[in-house]
């Protein structure tokens, strides 16, 4: 194997060169710009993954274990050709079959996760990288005479700069184009932030995609951090709750769901305390703030270039490992090197769903927002100790008075404006005024997970479409898919609607909104299969079968969309009179005193937009 196929390299941005190692981790030699010559290597499918094939000697005596494809009448070996090099200092991969024509249709396939640190990445066909979903998917393309592109610079966790990662696709596509000829056109297919890369290619550089296939996608991941910056603030409220009086209502784990809006369980394990009772926040998002906000929190894979590649410690220390900072050259910096954070809770009333609903009552609302408190500014950040302070309690604004309606409230935390424009200038925020390209919006249902991948995001990038520009609305559809559905099936279900719609130049039939069962049958399709959700209207059948939650945005009044920072404020004079807390609740003088310690800069109106 090519040395620096299989190991990362990590980019010290210093321009003295990168340690290439061979399989056997001896030093090969050193590239400055992490580049590798191109090379060829041949894969067989056995039917369960593809092993390494010998190409001089593998069609003479062909391995026991090989599995064969009929193509226009013929038998042929199942073996794919592999080209492995660097493009933009990443490393691409381009895999087809050897002995069979192609089709001349590419499919761009991208990876997810959410990186933070300057690195290489690996390699999509080394090292065992497929993954159980994609070791099902691979094959079909490949055996439909798809050619399979990738790059490990479209992997969002080796980086989330979609600049980056757009220049990247660019690149790759076009070295593409160049070798091997134009394809007829492009299709995305990728999970997660490989989905999320999508939407932001659509909006950010129509033609690169010709239609999309984002699987569990999210609009984009920078406007996921609002709601999750609320999960460990609002977790860690309920925690000091339960440590005063164990007999709490907050005690019962599906009740935090009332604040946090999103799913809550009292019978799944907890991965912090190994019993039974969680929360979405918890389950699915317990490592999303920490990596992203604390500056020095460092993934295990830094500690691994520090022993492998050889780099002192001293090297990492003085790197803020956040998102914010890993984009200076967009969010910019100020005098002591920290990048400014677009996170904002003021006037956010945490709750206010629930409140109005009569669920919950106003002296726990109150105290509720007292002391959630927010996040510190980043020179005040200390480590995050997972075991002792599961929810980096230690890195909020807290106060020990909150609890009491003459005490003082823990202090909310203003975002930074020019952080927030320059996230929607940069391409980082999806919103909705640009698809262009057709998209099957493809989600495995995982609700009773706590999945991080939950279902509202779908109808979140079309709320956002649908403010923006209704009209491209019609260019996403939304299926759904039990979780124990076979995803591959699903996938190529969706590739062959839209090789039929980029074939005829108009949307066929199948490209509707639909849900499946665990059999892959069609439950329901059409454009009233998901009513209820975005029109309040009668829920339709997809929306019965496949319930979605919310967000602690959401319950504090915000729209599906999720795509505000910060809201604007009213005076709570306004919100005892419009209706803010719903026709059953008013505040008695000695509660209105307290929630103008709470707010004193007033509420916030999520109906005025940002």
């Not at 490989?194 to 010709?210: E, K, R, S, T």
């Not at 302070?389 to 604004?397: I, K, L, R, T, Y």
């Not at 493809?442 to 009773?448: C, G, T, V």
């Amino acid at each position: 194997m090519e040395s620096g196929l299989g190991q990362p390299l990590v980019d010290n941005h210093q321009g003295i060169g990168h340690p290439v190692r061979d399989d056997n981790g001896k030093v090969v030699g050193y590239s400055s710009q992490c580049a590798i010559k191109a090379r060829i290597q041949h894969f067989y499918f056995t039917g369960a993954g593809f092993k390494q094939f010998d190409i001089e000697h593998g069609y003479k005596t062909p391995p026991a274990d090989m599995k064969t494809l009929v193509v226009n009448g013929a038998t042929i070996p199942f073996v794919v050709r592999v080209e492995a090099g660097t493009i933009n200092r990443f490393i691409y991969t381009i895999a087809m079959l050897e002995r069979a024509p192609w089709n001349r249709k590419l499919v761009y396939w991208m990876r997810g996760g959410v990186g933070i640190g300057h690195q290489q990445g690996t390699a999509l066909w080394f090292n065992d990288k497929l993954n159980s979903s994609e070791k099902q998917l691979m094959p079909k393309l490949l055996a439909e005479g798809y050619a399979v592109a990738s790059s490990s610079g479209n992997e969002s966790g080796v980086h989330y700069n979609m600049r980056l990662a757009e220049e990247t696709a660019e690149q790759t596509k076009a070295y593409f184009t160049g070798k091997y000829g134009k394809p007829l056109y492009t299709i995305g297919i990728g999970g997660s932030g490989g989905a999320v890369q999508q939407y932001m290619f659509a909006q950010n550089h129509p033609g690169l995609l010709d239609a999309g296939i984002p699987v569990q996608s999210f609009p984009d991941m920078v406007t996921q951090s609002i709601p999750i910056s609320d999960c460990p603030l609002l977790g860690q409220y309920f925690r000091d709750e339960v440590a005063r009086d164990p007999k709490s209502p907050w005690a019962t784990w599906s009740r935090q769901s009332l604040v946090q809006g999103m799913n809550a369980s009292d019978t799944a394990k907890n991965p912090f305390t190994g019993r039974a009772g969680t929360t979405e926040c918890i389950n699915g998002w317990r490592f999303a703030m920490p990596s992203v906000l604390n500056p020095l929190f460092r993934d295990s894979k830094f500690d691994k270039a520090i022993t492998y590649y050889g780099y002192a410690p001293a090297a990492f220390t003085k790197v803020k490992w956040t998102h914010w900072n890993d984009l200076e050259e967009i969010y910019g910096t100020d005098a002591e090197g920290f990048a400014p954070i677009p996170l904002d809770n003021v006037g956010v009333q945490y709750g206010l769903a629930a409140l109005a609903s009569g669920k919950l009552d106003a002296n726990e609302f109150l105290r509720l927002n007292a002391c959630v408190g927010s996040w510190k500014e980043q020179r005040d950040f200390v480590q995050y100790k997972l075991d002792s302070d599961p929810f980096d309690s230690v890195n909020m604004h807290r106060s020990a008075t909150c609890r009491e309606p003459a005490g003082t409230p823990a202090p909310r935390r203003e975002g930074d404006q020019k952080a927030i424009r320059a996230a929607f200038d940069s391409g980082h925020v999806f919103t909705g005024k640009q698809l262009g390209i057709p998209m099957i919006d493809l989600r495995p249902y995982r609700e009773a997970e706590l999945d991080m991948h939950n279902a509202r995001q779908a109808f979140s990038v079309r709320a956002r479409l649908l403010q923006a520009n209704p009209g491209e609305a019609k260019r996403q559809v939304v299926w759904f898919a039990k979780a124990d559905a076979d995803l591959s099936v699903q996938v190529m279900k969706a590739l062959s609607v839209l090789d039929e719609y980029l074939a005829t130049g108009s949307a066929p039939t199948d490209f509707s909104d639909r849900c499946v069962d665990s059999a892959g049958n069609v439950l329901a399709s059409g454009s009233d299969a998901w009513a209820g959700i975005l029109d309040g209207g009668k829920p339709g059948a997809c929306t019965r079968a496949f319930p979605i939650h919310s967000s602690p945005r959401m319950v504090a009044g915000e729209s599906i969309r999720g795509d505000t920072f910060k809201c604007k404020l009213k005076p709570l004079e306004k919100a005892y009179t419009d209706g803010t807390y719903g026709p059953a609740v008013s505040f008695n003088d000695a509660q209105k005193a307290w929630l103008s310690r709470i707010f004193p800069q007033g509420v916030c109106d999520y109906n005025s937009g940002l």
